[in-house]
């Protein structure tokens, strides 16, 4: 039976009402989804009953029947281990109740009569956190009562003077008979098994990682036992997951002031999201004006995105891996993987193909990481962190300092040299090199680094800007007792976690200066240096030796070390024209220019036509906000579209001014995958004859 979470809907309504008291929301959307949900709530004890009298599964049986076992078998033992013996009064008085009591059993075994052993398997599911449908269903009411009867004819013979081992050796299997003991410790719990997971983890964060995935697991299956999670448990938890808003856990409240919120259950986030998806949903399908492709983007653009299945993916392989753990550390003897990548993927698409509204979908938020514009890598190199900031904690505002630290050097490394930021942040003193007279760095070579793959190790030269800007006197000047290049973003933190906090700084620095972007993240400094490479000529093999891919029989580490001198050349083909000085005042090199052809960048907005083509553009500056094209295609039905002050024109006339636009500007296209391919789609026609 899927497992039901303790709160359905509990008090729903006044967090919808909370939520909607937040938002500017129409009143009448607010009260129509509030008005829904009502009617949920005065159905939810019919939903929970339906769900309720469905049939326990057989490998919840089998558990509630080996709970039953262990529990009376330990009591039996702790008896005959006890200091107090029974005189032999006792003993048969003892007995002759068992007797009665068996023949009471098949008695009620005739009449079908289970409400004797029913406190026994309320008990038991209790105790591994199985609910018990009652009445007792005549199969588990059946085989419990012949259970109970033979407990009571091993009891008899403890009675006798037999040790229990010898006598329950019957109700027991090989497993359990060859350790009793383990067996009479009861069932492998999940939470027991997520702590022995996170205790036994290889880092720290892979226990905060297995913390969380065992978190969302206990939240929709309970504390129940590892022996009676089957396929289809996974699956329905699966399902719970996908669910789940990509930002769950972000919005509890807490800081340093306040750190005392509670944080909502994925259950009641889930709910929330359900909800504020409804209500936006109203208000977009009772526009009758819009085509239903316009109504599906614009749902893009507002639904709450749920979580990838790249991270749905790892979950699963967390819940794997506590379940081996379990096998490893815990003495757990079942099923220790349930569902491939594949068919998990493959049960979400089927369970969600089952709804037919073609206003449904399953919203994500992916990265797809574009190389950073010269307008970004412009603003970046001539801010206030590389051309003086008013303090350490101020990098963004202009001022008379220029703090060479992380923050200076990381995006350079990563900008000029395409290697990852953990790379980077790992870096020593005596990974600055001199190999076949180029000055290098060794990424990833020496034992304590952590890498990806094999093929991240590797020799690269130092690019000419770093050697101009004094990076090689930097790293000189360094205390003699530090041995890290950047130690601190590596405090307190465990080597796996070190890049995503420093990112996270990363990022709040870079909304200061107005750079931050989702898909041209920090990461896609990256990308950057290698498509320049690519623009430029550079061979793919030397590329992917550079930025640390597998590539194919080359091992990368001999492979850079025995062409360090070539891959100098081809990475100062990456040309970031800037020009550096030397500050007399600060007493190291600084950037005076950089001479990239910034243009200015233009935001492109999309309407869609029922066929998925674009009905209407608008251009916008976005410095000074100004509208550059508002024009709708009339190659098709001209008079429908007529919504708005529009300039109409033909689909090629409307290419040919966004050609145009884009030689002065820099366009930003939608990220809403249907818009930004209807607007690719229709700059073709600036190519036609």
Same mark, same amino acid.
């Given at each position: ?82 200091? !107090? ?86 109700? +027991? ?125 614009? +749902?893009?653009?507002? +639904? ?84 003086? !900031? ?203 220019? !950089? ?28 410095? !000074? ?32 001014? +966004? ?31």
């Amino acid at each position: 039976m899927k497992r039901l979470p303790k709160k359905i809907l509990g008090s729903a309504s006044n967090r919808f009402l909370r939520f909607s008291l937040q938002t500017d929301l129409p009143l009448d959307a607010v009260v129509r989804a509030g008005c829904l949900l009502a009617v949920y709530e005065q159905r939810e004890p019919e939903i929970v009953n339906a769900v309720i009298k469905n049939e326990i599964t057989p490998e919840q049986a089998l558990a509630l029947l080996r709970e039953m076992l262990r529990a009376e078998l330990n009591r039996i033992l702790v008896e005959q281990n006890s200091d !107090c013996t029974l005189s032999d009064q006792e003993a048969y008085a003892r007995i002759e109740a068992l007797e009665n009591e068996n023949k009471a059993l098949k008695a009620a075994m005739r009449k079908r009569d289970w409400s004797t052993i029913e406190p026994a398997l309320l008990a038991a599911g209790e105790t591994i956190s199985i609910p018990v449908p009652t009445p007792v269903s005549t199969d588990i009411g059946r085989r419990a009562v012949a259970q109970q009867r033979q407990i009571n004819e091993v009891e008899i013979d403890v009675l006798d003077g037999e040790d229990i081992r010898i006598a329950a050796s019957n109700l +027991l299997t090989d497993d359990e008979n060859k350790d009793f003991d383990r067996f009479i410790e009861g069932e492998i719990t999940l939470s027991g098994a997520i702590e022995s997971a996170v205790a036994n983890a290889t880092s720290q964060d892979m226990a905060n990682k297995y913390t969380a995935t065992g978190a969302i697991a206990l939240e929709f299956w309970g504390d129940i036992a590892l022996s009676t999670v089957t396929t289809e448990n996974v699956k329905d938890l699966m399902w719970f997951v996908q669910r789940i808003p990509a930002l769950h856990g972000k919005k509890h409240g807490n800081n340093r002031f306040v750190k005392d919120r509670q944080n909502a259950t994925k259950q009641e986030e889930i709910e929330i999201a359900d909800l504020h998806d409804g209500t936006l949903r109203a208000q977009i399908e009772a526009d009758e004006l819009l085509p239903l492709p316009e109504k599906r983007a614009r +749902l893009a653009e507002v +639904l709450v995105p749920r979580l990838a299945m790249t991270t749905i993916g790892h979950h699963l392989d967390r819940l794997h891996a506590i379940f081996r753990n379990a096998q490893e550390t815990l003495g757990y003897k079942g099923q220790i993987r349930f569902l491939t990548k594949n068919k998990m993927h493959q049960h979400i698409k089927v369970q969600n193909e089952k709804n037919k509204d073609p206003l449904f979908f399953r919203k994500e938020k992916p990265k797809e990481r574009d190389s950073w514009s010269q307008e970004r890598l412009k603003t970046l190199l001539m801010s206030p962190v590389y051309n003086g !900031c008013s303090s350490d904690s101020r990098r963004w505002k202009p001022g008379p300092m220029i703090i060479r630290d992380a923050k200076y050097w990381v995006p350079l490394l990563v900008m000029t040299l395409g290697s990852r930021i953990l790379e980077v942040l790992q870096l020593k003193k005596t990974d600055l090199i001199v190999h076949d007279g180029v000055l290098s760095l060794r990424l990833g070579i020496t034992a304590e680094h952590r890498v990806k793959t094999s093929d991240s190790k590797r020799v690269l030269p130092l690019p000419q800007l770093l050697i101009d800007l004094g990076f090689v006197e930097w790293v000189h000047s360094l205390p003699a007792q530090q041995r890290l290049l950047f130690p601190s973003p590596a405090q307190g933190a465990d080597i796996a976690a070190i890049s995503g906090n420093f990112g996270k700084q990363l990022k709040t620095l870079f909304t200061r200066l107005g750079i931050a972007d989702w898909h041209e993240d920090f990461y896609a400094l990256r990308k950057t240096m290698s498509s320049a490479l690519e623009d430029a000529g550079v061979p793919e093999n030397r590329r992917q030796a550079i930025a640390g891919h597998a590539g194919g029989t080359t091992i990368n580490r001999s492979y850079t070390r025995r062409n360090v001198s070539t891959l100098k050349s081809e990475l100062d083909k990456f040309d970031l024209k800037v020009t550096v000085g030397f500050s007399e005042r600060l007493g190291h090199p600084i950037i005076e220019s !950089c001479d990239l052809l910034a243009k200015p960048g233009a935001n492109v907005e999309v309407e869609l036509d029922a066929d998925e083509t674009a009905r209407v553009v608008r251009i916008k500056s976005t410095q !000074c906000g100004k509208v550059l094209v508002n024009a709708r295609s009339i190659d098709t039905h001209p008079s429908k579209y007529q919504i708005g002050n529009e300039t109409g024109c033909t689909s090629k006339e409307l290419a040919v001014r +966004l050609r145009k636009i884009s030689e002065d500007y820099h366009l930003r296209l939608p990220n809403t995958p249907q818009r930004r391919q209807a607007i690719e789609s229709l700059m073709a026609y600036a190519y036609l004859d």
